[in-house]
C-alpha cells in the first residue's frame, strides 16, 4: 500500500536504538509525496522522521521551521 498521509503518535515510544534506526529508516524509504504526521514530546528524535517541525503550545502555533 502506498498511503498518501501517515500518521504516528509517539513512534519512538518504548523503542531500542534499532529499532528507532529501522523506523527512521522505513520513513525515509516511503515516496516523497508520502505526508508523515508524528505527534510527540520529543522534538529532536521526531526531526528525524521529517523535513519540517511544527511545534504548537496552549493551541498556538509556536515553531513551524524546515529541519536542515
Given amino acids: 500500500r502506498r498511503p498518501q498521509l501517515l500518521v504516528l503518535d509517539e513512534p519512538m515510544a518504548g523503542l531500542d536504538r534499532s529499532s528507532r534506526a529501522a523506523l527512521i529508516t522505513a520513513v525515509a524509504?516511503?515516496?516523497?509525496e508520502t505526508i508523515v504526521v508524528t505527534v510527540t514530546h520529543d522534538l529532536e528524535e521526531s526531526?528525524?522522521?521529517?523535513?519540517?517541525v511544527v511545534e504548537l503550545g496552549r493551541g498556538r502555533l509556536l515553531v513551524d521551521r524546515e529541519v536542515t
Fill in 29 to 32: 524509504a516511503l515516496p516523497a
Fill in 47 to 52: 526531526a528525524a522522521l521529517g523535513d519540517r
